[in-house]
């Protein structure tokens, strides 16, 4: 079955330490790929996006991700995180047959001064 | 304004009570799409549009959920005879085409919440 996963229900870390949030996939090839963030009282806003090519791909505000085939996975990296950073992280994938976007079900971050 | 419009930002409503949800999405944007967000859960897709027309309606959870985007702008999201269960936030998003095209991205209005009492 098609599914995207995010284990990590709630990440705590401290202001400058890094980060990584975890996204896995089951689908027979490689979707397009994607990490969207949502603060409170905001709407979901894209950090990156995989298609094809590089496997390390950067975003904004600092953010990275890299595709892994093997593992079939997206993981979001920041080597520093900042306060204003505490929000929820959704991974998302389009299936090429569904031809919409699916999303995980979120790992809220949350920033220790 | 230049994004995606949700209207009402929040409605409350009583059981059984019939809600009409609007989205006005990006100009020239085709391809639309609602998503139903409850507490605690990623967005869970009910349906997008190409134009006019429903190209994938299954994720609406059952007849009392009904969509529909006249001209190929405008959408509105339709909710028959409401239970407490259908509280959420409804959002909408739109993009240049379908699944994002070569942007790749869809662009999120900030939601509807809808609560049933």
């Known amino acids: 079955a098609q599914s995207v996963t995010q284990p990590d229900i709630h990440i705590t870390v401290s202001e400058g330490a890094s980060l990584e949030l975890r996204c896995n996939y089951s689908?027979?090839?490689?979707?397009?790929l994607f990490w969207y963030v949502q603060s409170p009282g905001q709407g979901l806003q894209l950090l990156l996006k995989y298609f094809s090519g590089d496997t390390l791909v950067q975003g904004i505000k600092g953010f990275e991700a890299e595709f892994k085939r093997s593992q079939s996975s997206f993981n979001l990296r920041k080597p520093s995180v900042h306060w204003s950073d505490a929000a929820e992280y959704f991974c998302?994938?389009?299936?090429?047959?569904?031809?919409?976007?699916?999303f995980g079900a979120g790992t809220r971050l949350t920033v220790k001064p | 304004g230049a994004g995606v419009s949700q209207t009402p930002s929040n409605k409350v409503t009583e059981k059984g009570k019939y809600v009409e949800l609007r989205c006005d999405p990006i100009s020239g944007h085709t391809a639309l799409y609602w998503y139903r967000q409850s507490l605690g859960q990623g967005p869970e897709f009910l349906i997008y549009?190409?134009?006019?027309?429903?190209?994938?309606d299954s994720g609406l959870p059952n007849d009392r959920f009904f969509a529909v985007r006249p001209e190929g702008s405008v959408s509105t999201l339709k909710i028959q005879r409401t239970e407490r269960g259908d509280s959420a936030v409804y959002l909408c998003?739109?993009?240049?085409?379908?699944?994002?095209?070569?942007?790749?991205?869809?662009?999120f209005g900030e939601g509807s919440r809808l609560t049933v009492l």
């Open positions: 998003a739109s993009s240049p085409d379908l699944a994002g095209g070569s942007t790749g991205e869809l662009f």
């Open positions: 689908y027979g090839a490689t979707p397009y």
């Open positions: 549009f190409q134009g006019t027309g429903a190209a994938d």
């Open positions: 998302a994938v389009v299936f090429y047959n569904n031809n919409d976007m699916r």
